[in-house]
């Protein structure tokens, strides 16, 4: 039996990968574009090893897809390959159509035609699992009560209306065409090879530099922090045993403000690697805020908890101070990523 992940050579795809072969023999079929958000050192632990098959291309490449479900004939196509930054999504949204909408329309119509042909038993043992996110949802109100998977799509930004479509794609070929597919919805995640346009890792390779810690508006956006390895055990439980066409919510039960999160960073380092010039909270730098921010999200995991019994291992304590820990392990591959294409990102988004 084999897996088809797309998009494993990013944050969260490279993380469930590496999570996957700790658990088990089942091999893994890698199908990623390597954009700038994709790295193969994430994988290099696994050079060698056979149970990983690396294939460079594009998810909207139906020939190339259809060729890997021929050969390779996954039990499983696991969908995580994304164009995944908000702000980015602002300044270029044309990126996130084509991936995020066209990649998955490409992906489900590859894999209705492989799962249509195949025999009994497999063909009733084949899922779809796409990975998608809370801010499909939209924005919530102080008082409101977290995102269940009942509430009403409203997202706000290119980046979560290229995701509610996709999700609304997922749902149509399960409920037209019999595809068993899956949906997760997950909170924002953090950990290792986090890359460092996002918030936590920004914040920690920033303030290793001595740079300005940008903080957009007046940092008081709520989001619900889940570590990574968290939601790679959450997926592998959906998969498992989740009811085909059922979507379900993942969350870290762990809504905390934007500027409290960069405290904390700040803390961390303070113990771990403190800096002669002063405490690094020193570097907080307010600045102006994303257009259309979402205030917050939180989200209500009750549902994979009662059903597949998945709680988080982590506390944001144990799995934020494993983060910094391991950024500061990490140097060279901090220093790798941050390429020339990512100073021009960081040149246009926060200027001089
Ligand atoms: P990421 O940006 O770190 O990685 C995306 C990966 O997809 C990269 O390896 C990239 O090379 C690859 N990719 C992009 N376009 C591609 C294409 N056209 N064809 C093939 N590969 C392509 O993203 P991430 O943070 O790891 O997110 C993974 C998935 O999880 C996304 O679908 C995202 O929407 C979802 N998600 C992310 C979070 C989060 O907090 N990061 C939370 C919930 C859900
Ligand atoms: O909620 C899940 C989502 O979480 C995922 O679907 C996305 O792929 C992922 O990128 C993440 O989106 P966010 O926009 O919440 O994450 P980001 O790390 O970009 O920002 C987190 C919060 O921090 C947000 O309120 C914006 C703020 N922020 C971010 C950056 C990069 C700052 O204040 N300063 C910054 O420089």
Redesign the pocket.
Known sequence: MTILVTGGAGFIGSNFILDWLAQGEEPVVNLDALTYAGNLENLASLQGDARHVFVQGDITDRALVDRLLAEHRPRALIHFAAE????RSISGPGAFIKTNIEGTYTLLEAARQHWQGLPEPERAAFRFHHVS???VYGSLKAEDPAFAETNAYEPNSP?SAS?AASDHLVRAWHHTYGLPVLTTN???NYGPYHFP????P?MIVNALAGKPL???GD?Q?I?DWLYVRDHASAIRAVLAEGRVGETYNIGGWNEMA?IDIVKTVCALLDELRPDAAGPYSRLITYVKD?PG?DRR?AIDARKIERELGWRPAETFATGIRKTVQWYLDHPAWVQRVQSGAYRDWVQQQYGA
């Open positions: 995944s930054h908000v702000d996110t809370d801010e980046y995701k997950c909170s924002n346009e996002k918030l936590i920004l940008p903080v957009y940092g956006q989001r934007n994303r921010h999200y």
